[in-house]
């Protein structure tokens, strides 16, 4: 049994965790542990630091760490991070292997947040829904932005250029709003915490109650929310037809009656067309549980490259 | 090596292909052998005979035949295909390896046609563009309908359902015209020569000249399929980050100005995006050559199960 830590990297928190791997590839998670986000390289590199070092001290000596793996939100090629702009890492790419190699003697991996999320919630399959070996999902992270992580046939896809299961920034009404990316209409703008914070000042539990009340912002601010969701799943689906979507983010797996509206929304669409019977695409959705650390367990148990 | 023989079933004509295929995994065209195709379980148990006996006739009894693999449009499992409508199989699924079974006795292989074109897709990348055993891409083939097959990492993505690649039907304007499918505003609609029968009487190619002599209906239809066919692209890319999205169809494939305006749109696209310079989707387009039988090549290499 190997002892590895992952570290998620987010926007406001520095998740880590030490999971016992089996041979069997089952894991067991036995320490969680967690800093304050500070924003910039030198925040990043302390609380790397601090993480990693306070983790270590609670898991005790005994138990030797195999491995560690970081998730970082942007993109990631050769252990760098770029375009990391909710960490306050523009610029020039950091090299987080090599901060983590100064750390510690053992094997560094680093991957995108949402691709070893993906990969931490194929392993939660594998271990709550008797997933096997070729466990085959997209994870659809519904956080600040929008994206999504692909585990296919129990291959981790990280794509040709490490951007497989970026959608957020696919346009959905190309006559939609600006988009801080440049764009307009983008999907993450309707679809995603940051989007609904833009539009709705409350949380979206009280969104959905609001709307359920008559309140025609309200309403309309859902339909949008719910209608972009649908449609990132269905893009997930179409594409790669991937035999399940986890839904990921506070968002939608603290609030019960958006994903009631979510299923409903998926159940209605083409109700008539043999084609969606045969997709049964609201069949594939599940929910990944809040207290479930996707993020840290990925990266503790990411694959190698390739 | 060993010769293969491939049978591609399309709504107008059922291609044969016989393949020589090295043990390299390179593929030398041997013989090539077309049929109408006529519509209906009668019609595509005889055309099937017909093409398959008179290409082993030509090919002669020197080289013997090692395998027999189809493609078909529809829904394949198990040898079985359904919802073949433009082939007139509707109703209860097709038992298409029975019938092949009945012709030989070499091993035989059923796959829904775009995933068998998207098979031939890889083999023609391996032998013209130096694609390695590891070659990623989708082919995004704007027939009839519009539909795409994947190829990640050098396997042919069938998906949980055998329904990877299916972007026709996403939606992509709720308020757009009814689709034959049951629903409204479907990616088809726009991008696909079916799509653009129902809007244009001439070729795509007239379509382009009567756009650019400044034809107000003609450069709404354009306008549309550009869209259409750049949003195809775009999903595929944004899902599944594959190297390259090769183009099939006559639609496209003869008609440069339309790739041209693809093109233009692409690289257009967010030119004031770090995030889309970086995915640079206009780099990873090709056009299948006219000439090249993708589908039935592919039928014939197509791999095995799993």
């Known amino acids: 049994m190997n002892v590895r830590v992952g570290i998620d990297i987010g926007g406001t928190r520095i998740d880590a965790a030490a999971v016992a791997e089996g041979r069997d590839g089952d894991h067991r998670i036995l320490l969680q542990h967690a800093v304050p986000t500070v924003r910039g390289r030198e925040g990043i590199r302390e609380g790397l630091r601090t993480a990693y070092t306070q983790l270590l001290e609670r898991l005790g000596t005994e138990r030797p760490v195999a491995s560690l793996g970081i998730g970082v939100p942007g993109i990631v090629s050769g252990g760098r991070v770029s375009h990391a702009v909710n960490l306050g890492l523009d610029g020039d790419p950091f090299d987080l292997a090599a901060e983590a190699g100064a750390l510690t003697a053992v ?92 539009r709705w000042s409350g949380s979206a539990a009280q969104l959905m109650v609001a709307a359920a009340d008559g309140d025609a912002h309200a309403q309309l601010v859902r339909e949008d929310l719910v209608a972009g969701l649908a449609q990132a799943v269905r893009i997930l689906v179409q594409a790669t037809d991937v035999e399940q979507v986890v839904l990921a983010g506070g968002v939608v797996t603290s609030t019960p009656a958006l994903q009631g509206a979510l299923l409903a929304e998926l159940r209605s669409h083409g109700a008539d067309s043999g084609f969606e019977q045969h997709l049964a695409v609201h069949e594939r959705v599940r929910w990944l549980p809040e207290d479930y650390p996707a993020g840290s367990v990925g990266a503790a148990l990411l694959p190698g490259e390739g």
Chains 1, 2 share one sequence.
């Not at 691709?115 to 956080?143: E, I, M, S």
């Not at 959905?172 to 990316?181: A, I, L, N, V």
């Not at 209409?185 to 940051?194: K, N, R, V």
């Open 107 to 198: 094997p560094v991996r680093v991957d995108n947040d949402v691709k070893a999320a993906a990969w931490g919630a194929a392993q939660w399959l594998r271990a709550t829904d008797g997933a096997g070996a070729d466990v085959d999902l997209a994870l659809l992270n519904v956080g600040t932005g929008l994206a999504a992580g692909l585990v296919l046939n129990g291959s981790l896809r990280r794509g040709a250029r490490g951007l497989a299961g970026e959608i957020g920034h696919l346009v959905t009404d190309r006559s939609g709003p600006p988009c801080p990316c440049g764009k307009r209409g983008c999907l993450e703008l309707y679809a995603s915490g940051g989007g609904l914070a833009r």
